[in-house]
């Protein structure tokens, strides 16, 4: 039985019984980048959504993450948030700029990976706005999930109400943000009179998860492509549209996504995660010289990369539109040069 969709008046009001944090800048622009386009060939135009610009220090993705996380941790009474992924972790920037704003202590366990410790990009803008940091050698995922845990517990043991980063929890809500993300993208060209052929953003986890929720809650007929930046120790499509489907509960609604109703590509991948592929660094700088629009060779260039590979692949008709989703990750391009450098 097919589920009726919503305006993207109702999913943001269904959105809005939750708790939440106001942080980020919002609704962020929708930039249409003809230069870029043009550059790209295919007919096609390109949209960007300024996520990168969604403020909270510097901007990106998490700023609508932790609307509803720290939202979650303020209704939960917590008091100190505990946290980890990489050294250069964007994540961990932005909630460390969130707690700071809603005066909640900040402890982030940052994995060193392959990482200097050197305090530039995001790990300077970490202790800028005061997060007590700690480096450790559990590898992101798993091994620093149960990390996180345990500093979780040992604070709980000590009398505190700490918030962790615990997965079942924190990734639904992240995911709900950005089903309320693909509600602005929805208004903003329906104002132009416009449908997107195709979405495209980076993501493994929560931020695709919200975004192929958004587009299929709100009926559109756009492909959501999601390319990630990493691979995981799980099936990232069944795990995605698990928590695409918990986000859905959250939020009250039934509509409900298969496994293979997630288009998550992982050809962008290598050399791996963190390091520079030559598509994502053609892909960064020909949106850099078009359009004076920066993007990151963790993420947002491999996912502008797999846009490009479509567009040249003949996927899409002449005069088409296609959007991106601009996360962020920008501040990390001043911890490693040479990355970004041609
Ligand atoms: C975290 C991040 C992503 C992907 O997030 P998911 O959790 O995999 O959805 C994409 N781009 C940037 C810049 C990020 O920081």
């Not at 609508?64 to 505990?82: I, K, P, S, T």
């Not at 005061?130 to 149960?146: C, M, Q, W």
């Not at 799980?234 to 549209?241: D, K, L, R």
Request: hydrophobic share 45%; glycine share 10%; aromatic share 6%.
């Amino acid at each position: 039985m097919s589920v009726a969709t919503l305006t993207p008046a109702a999913l943001r009001a269904a959105a809005d019984t939750l708790p939440r944090a106001r942080l980020a800048h919002l609704p962020t622009p929708l930039e249409e980048v003809p230069r870029f386009a043009a550059a790209v060939g295919g007919g096609v135009r390109v949209f960007v959504k300024r996520d990168d610009c969604t403020g909270l220090l510097l901007g990106g993705n998490k700023a609508r993450h932790n609307e509803f996380l720290l939202g979650d941790a303020v209704d939960q009474g917590c008091d100190v948030v505990v946290w980890g992924a990489g050294v250069q972790s964007n994540n961990c920037r932005q909630t460390a700029a969130g707690c700071a704003k809603l005066g909640l202590e900040c402890r982030l366990y940052l994995s060193r990976g392959h990482y200097s410790t050197e305090p530039q990009g995001n790990l300077l803008l970490d202790y800028l706005v005061g997060a007590k940091v700690e480096f450790t050698d559990a590898a992101i995922g798993p091994e620093l999930d149960a990390f996180l845990a345990s500093r979780a517990a040992e604070f709980r043991a000590a009398g505190r109400k700490p918030y962790f980063w615990h997965r079942p929890r924190v990734v639904p809500l992240a995911a709900v943000s950005y089903a309320v993300c693909v509600a602005e993208i929805a208004e903003q060209l329906s104002s132009r009179g416009l449908g997107a052929a195709g979405i495209y953003v980076s993501s493994s986890g929560a931020t695709g998860a919200g975004v192929a929720l958004g587009a299929a809650v709100l009926g559109l007929s756009s492909a959501v492509r999601l390319i990630c930046p990493m691979h995981w120790p799980w099936h990232i499509p069944t795990a995605i549209a698990a928590d695409a489907n918990a986000a859905a509960e959250r939020l009250g609604i039934e509509h409900r996504l298969r496994p293979e109703d997630i288009d998550a590509d992982e050809n962008f991948i290598a050399p791996g995660y963190g390091l520079p592929s030559p598509a994502g660094r053609e892909a960064l700088h020909l949106l850099a010289t078009t359009e004076a629009i920066l993007t990151d060779p963790v993420y947002s260039a491999k996912a502008l990369a797999g846009l490009i590979a479509d567009v040249r692949a003949r996927k899409y008709r002449p005069g088409s539109v296609l959007v991106f989703v601009h996360t962020g990750g920008v501040p990390a391009v001043f911890a490693d040069p040479a990355a970004v450098l041609n």
